[in-house]
């Protein structure tokens, strides 16, 4: 019991660290996106539910790799069929340093970033049109860190499946709410070890 209250006081420790550190190399991103709605650019888009995880590491300070997965439902109204959205791929993300290329941040605590995607996805439509094959997608957002390593997130993305199917490319620009938690390395490493003794 003492090893296990002593890794939990090890992880909100790490939790609290330097707000400057959570985007530096060596870093894990870990989050999702819980809220999305669209706005369709093909006929018959409309409003839809998405959980988007994501997990990424700092490669370079600023800049992360890693990979999600994307599983949504819709229906445009209550008579019409049920969509279901699947995707697994790679994705990045870059921060914008404050004042970099003349972008200031609009809170103290926060940072800008564009965020790009490419894996396998699809939609099926109930019934109706279906798309498998390409997944990508790309757009900005703001991370908002409510504390020094963990921040809620809005993202406004082009998202598209290209492939095979009745529906040879199905498009939209989704509007996406999340949070990210960010650990250090280091951090990781301590809370490993002690759990193992």
Same mark, same amino acid.
């Given at each position: 019991m003492k090893k296990l209250i002593f890794t939990g006081l090890l992880a909100v420790a790490g939790l609290t660290s330097s707000a400057n550190a959570q985007?530096?190399?060596?870093?894990?991103?870990?989050?999702?996106?819980?809220?999305?709605?669209n706005f369709g650019l093909n006929t018959g888009g409309g409003y839809n539910i998405q959980l988007t995880p994501k997990a990424a #590491?700092?490669?370079a300070d600023n800049v992360a790799?890693?990979?999600?997965?994307?599983?949504?439902?819709?229906?445009?109204?209550?008579?019409?069929?049920?969509?279901?959205?699947?995707?697994?791929?790679?994705?990045?993300?870059?921060?914008?340093?404050?004042?970099?290329k003349g972008v200031d941040?609009?809170?103290?605590?926060?940072?800008?970033?564009?965020?790009g995607n490419v894996g396998i996805g699809g939609r099926n439509v109930e019934n109706s049109n279906s798309t498998t094959?390409?997944?990508?997608?790309?757009?900005?957002? #703001?991370?908002?860190?409510?504390?020094?390593?963990?921040?809620?997130?809005?993202?406004?993305?082009?998202?598209?499946q290209a492939g095979f199917g009745n529906e040879g490319l199905n498009s939209a620009i989704t509007f996406n709410v999340g949070f990210s938690i960010f650990l250090p390395t280091s951090k990781g490493r301590e809370v490993m070890n002690d759990v193992k003794n």
């Open positions: 985007i530096q190399e060596g870093n894990w991103l870990v989050g999702s996106s819980l809220l999305s709605s #590491y700092f490669v790799v890693g990979g999600y997965v994307n599983l949504g439902i819709s229906k445009v109204t209550n008579g019409s069929p049920t969509a279901f959205d699947y995707g697994v791929g790679g994705l990045g993300r870059y921060y914008l340093s404050p004042g970099e941040n609009l809170l103290n605590h926060g940072r800008w970033f564009f965020e094959g390409l997944d990508f997608g790309v757009g900005p957002g #703001y991370s908002y860190f409510i504390t020094p390593n963990i921040g809620l997130e809005g993202l406004v993305k082009y998202q598209g």
